[in-house]
């Protein structure tokens, strides 16, 4: 009897300290997960330039389409809405490094390069593309959250507020072009233009 108090003693005493153990490294954690790790601030201080140069591109869209010569008010309203999402996305990244104690340096944007299409296939077809190219930017910051810096706050920060919506903005693009690309260059856009004027109202 005396020997089974005695092991149930020493059971007890070495769970107490695996549990004082435990709790210990709770309350000491070894890093601060708190603040983003330099590298991930510099990954995303480099997608707000690419989430700007996409709006200043989509303004520029806008510009020439909406001018009294090109007259298209539906691709220029469509383009104004997508710059303006754009610069959104740009104060989404910007807020978030502040609130995880980084610092946003000095913003370093491209400019646009382009500042005419020959219709709106070829605007929408460049569209695509620009979205494509910052998706696979925001899929490696999410890469990089999850192997260099192991940060899973911040991985489902891009996942909630960027992925899907870059589902969603992709897939309609490629839609648009599709059924553009099915009507007649001339009236066909035309048509299309309104399309895009009452789904904006």
């Known amino acids: 009897m ?3 108090a ?21 309350k000491e954690p070894r890093t601060d997960r708190y603040s983003l790790d330099d590298r991930c601030v510099s990954a995303i201080q480099r997608q707000i330039n690419e989430e700007m ?7 520029n869209m806008a510009a020439h389409f909406g001018s009294n010569s090109v007259g298209r008010k539906g691709f220029s309203t469509f383009f104004k809405h997508s710059s303006d999402e754009e610069r959104e996305h740009a104060q989404k990244l910007i807020d978030y490094i502040n ?3 980084g610092k946003v340096i ?5 400019m646009p390069n382009k500042d005419t299409w020959e219709n709106g296939m070829e605007a929408l077809e460049d569209a695509l593309n620009m979205e494509k190219h910052v998706n696979n930017k925001l899929h490696h910051i999410h890469h990089m959250a999850d192997r260099l810096c192991n940060d899973p706050h911040m991985m489902d920060f891009i996942e909630g507020e960027f992925l899907t ?4 903005s ?10 553009l690309g099915a009507m007649n260059d001339g009236m066909g856009e035309y048509l299309f233009d309104r399309q895009l004027l009452e789904k904006s109202d």
Do not use: C, P, W
Not at 53 to 59: E, G, R, T
């Open 99 to 101: 609130k995880r104690s």
């Open 6 to 26: 005695l092991l149930l003693l020493v059971i007890a005493f070495v769970y107490s300290v695996g549990v004082a153990r435990h709790d210990n490294d709770m």
């Open 170 to 179: 992709i897939n309609e693009l490629k839609t648009y072009t599709s059924q």
């Open 2 to 4: 005396m020997g089974k």
């Open 53 to 59: 140069h996409a709006s200043l591109v989509y303004m």
């Open 106 to 110: 000095a913003l370093d944007i491209k």
């Open 165 to 168: 919506e870059q589902v969603i």
